[in-house]
Every structure is written in C-alpha cells, then in structure tokens.
C-alpha cells in the first residue's frame, strides 16, 4: 500500500491552461505540505495543511491555490501556467506538524 | 530573512572513510530536518532535531543540532556506496532549505 499517493506522475501542458495534482495519504497524518523543486533541484515549501486548515502559505503566485477536501487529501490547482511553473512538485505529510514527513513520489510538470 | 547554507555542495569520498556535511543558518531556530534524495526519487527524511544539542543516529549517518551556532551537521562514518545520494537540511517553521551536498562514494 502506498502511504502517500500523487497523480499524475508526469503532466505536460500549455501556457496559460490550469492544471491540477491530487495527493492522498492513508497513514492517517494530520498535516499535508507542498513542495517545489527546480531544475536545479532546489526545494521550496509551498502549502502546508494541519486538518485541513491552511498553516503556511509562502511567498507562492496566487495562480497557485491548495485544496484539501479532508485531511487525507491535499490537491494543488494551477490557473494560467507559465513556463517558470515547470518543476518537480511533491507532496508530503506527516503525523504532526513539524514532524518527521514522508513524501509521495512526485509529480514532473512540464509546461510548453 | 533566513538563509542556509550547506557545505560542501559536491563530496566525492572513499569507502570506508568519515566525512561531515555542514548545514549553517543566519537566524535563530531550534527546528532543523535532514533530508536523502537519490537521482530522480524523492525525498526521505532521516532526522528531525528540535533542541540545542539533539544527536540523532541512524546506521553510519549520525545527526547533530547547536542552536547557538546555528549549525547542523551530518557526519558519515565509514561511508558505503549506498550513501551516495543528495543530502538536504531544512531549517525553521518555514522549512527553508539548503542547497543540497551531492554525495558520492567511491569504491
């Protein structure tokens, strides 16, 4: 069984189209975070959720919006694609906030 | 604003030797987070040290928080080819992350 799901697992896509990714996790965690990472493998913290009220939100374009319908699901909505958005997105949770964190498998974005 | 930084950003190493990653941030925080990632993988947590003076161990990779310097190490005993992977420290609330020391271990 796999903890913590994302889908899709490659996604490519247009300028300007909206695109979303879902996660699942079935470790029954309280906290649900969003991750980035560049080509140049960077990373960056998106969104965190702690049942399913939004604790961060970082210095991330409004195009982005986090939506967690329960505390088991924690989807990432993109409006207006632009090339910059072209990335590794990964999604994680953990049992509390600030705890040890396990990551789903990531989601490549690819924008034309 | 919180910077980090991680050095060195490239190690190639032996087997069989010691090493130790540095993982420095410029603000004061008592939260940090080691991170593997292995070439195209995700991410896997390793240690969480939430004090001054937390040492946390796991196999060969052993972990180490001083709030006061606001330093973070990952020091490697005896290294094997399996460590060879991107090493990550995230520091604070806001999880800011490093760079990430690109391990290699060499036979």
């Known amino acids: 069984d796999t903890a913590v799901s994302q889908t899709p697992k490659y996604l490519v896509t247009q300028m300007g189209n909206d695109k979303s990714i879902k996660c699942e996790q079935n470790?029954?965690?309280?906290?649900m975070y969003w991750y980035k990472q560049d080509s140049k493998k960077f990373l960056k913290i998106m969104f965190s959720?702690?049942?399913?009220?939004?604790?961060i939100n970082e210095t991330v374009p409004n195009r982005f919006s986090p939506k967690s319908p329960d505390k088991a699901h924690l989807n990432l909505h993109i409006n207006s694609l632009e090339l910059g958005d072209s990335a590794v997105y990964f999604c994680?949770?953990?049992?509390?906030?600030?705890?040890?964190?396990?990551f789903g498998p990531g989601t490549r974005l690819t924008v034309l | 604003e919180l910077k980090v930084e991680q050095n060195p950003l490239f190690l190639s190493m032996q087997e069989g030797k010691n090493y130790t990653i540095y993982c420095n941030y410029s603000?004061?925080?008592?939260?940090l987070y080691w991170y593997r990632q292995d070439p195209g993988k995700s991410l896997e947590s390793l240690f969480v040290?939430?004090?001054?003076?937390a040492v946390k161990q796991e196999g060969r990779l052993m972990a180490s928080l001083d709030t006061k310097a606001r330093l973070s190490t990952l020091h490697i005993t005896a290294a094997v080819h399996d460590l060879s992977a991107t090493y990550f420290c995230?520091?604070?609330?806001?999880?800011?992350f490093g760079a990430g020391t690109r391990l290699t271990v060499k036979p």
């Open positions: 995230a520091v604070g609330n806001d999880m800011r």
């Open positions: 470790l029954g965690h309280d906290t």
């Open positions: 959720y702690n049942n399913k009220e939004l604790i």
């Open positions: 040290l939430l004090s001054n003076g």
């Open positions: 603000t004061t925080s008592d939260r």
């Open positions: 994680a949770s953990s049992p509390a906030g600030w705890d040890t964190q396990y």
